[in-house]
């Protein structure tokens, strides 16, 4: 199985920060990564797939990239809502998917 | 649009079972690959099994042999038959839809809104 590995674990960040998160795997995914955001209680929502393609409604502000084993989330400036937990995905060899432990960014 | 709305969570004695459901609407849960996903308290996501939209099923080692996915295409609902369940199993569930990149590859984009399954005596 295709392990993921995030970093950092959690993440402190005022609004208007530009704020990076990197997703590695344990081997090479050929881009197959999805982003996840996913506030308290609720359930998770994909945020990008293809590790840069936006899903439709999400805001322009939260970017993908990456290649190989190497991808990064980026919020190129934090809004309040964006105050949340973010999880990757591979889905290069499914079953299993395989997310990251998860990254929490929280209020500076 | 897409929705998906799970029931049948609840808590249950070590060594019990139940069995979750997932109402869909807006696609036909036949024609997509569609997931279970869980998250213990306070934990990350672990995916827990998958139906392809031609009937094969895959479940991760720590739940194969006790549950089983289905479901019925007559009501487009999706199931999961949990047997033997023990403590470690206390979780929210999550149906989610996945969406088919090729090669039996899929992501999630669109999730139910969880049901939490608690194991305890």
């Known amino acids: 199985d295709i392990q993921m590995t995030q970093s950092p674990s959690s993440l402190s960040a005022s609004v208007g920060d530009r704020v990076t998160i990197t997703c590695r795997a344990s081997?090479?995914?050929?881009?197959?990564l999805a982003w996840y955001q996913q506030k308290p209680g609720k359930a998770p929502k994909l945020l990008l797939y293809?590790?840069?393609r936006l899903e439709s409604g999400v805001p322009s502000r939260f970017s993908g990239s990456g290649s190989g084993t190497d991808y990064t989330l980026t919020i190129s400036s934090l809004q309040p809502e964006d105050f949340a937990t973010y999880y990757c995905?591979?889905?290069?060899?499914?079953?299993?998917?395989?997310f990251g432990q998860g990254t929490k960014l929280e209020i500076k | 649009e897409v929705q998906l709305v799970e029931s049948g969570g609840g808590l249950i004695q070590p060594g019990g079972s139940l069995r979750l459901s997932c109402a869909a609407s807006?696609?036909?849960?036949?024609?997509?690959?569609m997931s279970w996903v869980r998250q213990a308290p306070g934990k990350g996501l672990e995916w827990v099994s998958v139906?392809?939209?031609?009937?094969?099923?895959y479940y991760a080692d720590s739940v194969k042999g006790r549950f089983t996915i289905s479901r019925d295409n007559s009501k487009n609902t999706l199931y999961l038959q949990m047997n033997s369940l023990r403590a470690e199993d206390t979780a929210v569930y999550y149906c989610?839809?996945?969406?088919?990149?090729?090669?039996?590859?899929?992501?999630?984009?669109?999730w139910g809104q969880g049901t939490l399954v608690t194991v305890s005596s």
């Open positions: 989610a839809r996945g969406q088919d990149t090729g090669y039996s590859a899929y992501y999630f984009d669109y």
């Open positions: 807006g696609f036909t849960v036949s024609s997509n690959y």
């Open positions: 139906i392809y939209s031609g009937g094969s099923t």
């Open positions: 081997q090479g995914i050929s881009n197959s």
């Open positions: 293809a590790a840069s």
């Open positions: 995905q591979q889905y290069y060899s499914t079953p299993p998917a395989t």
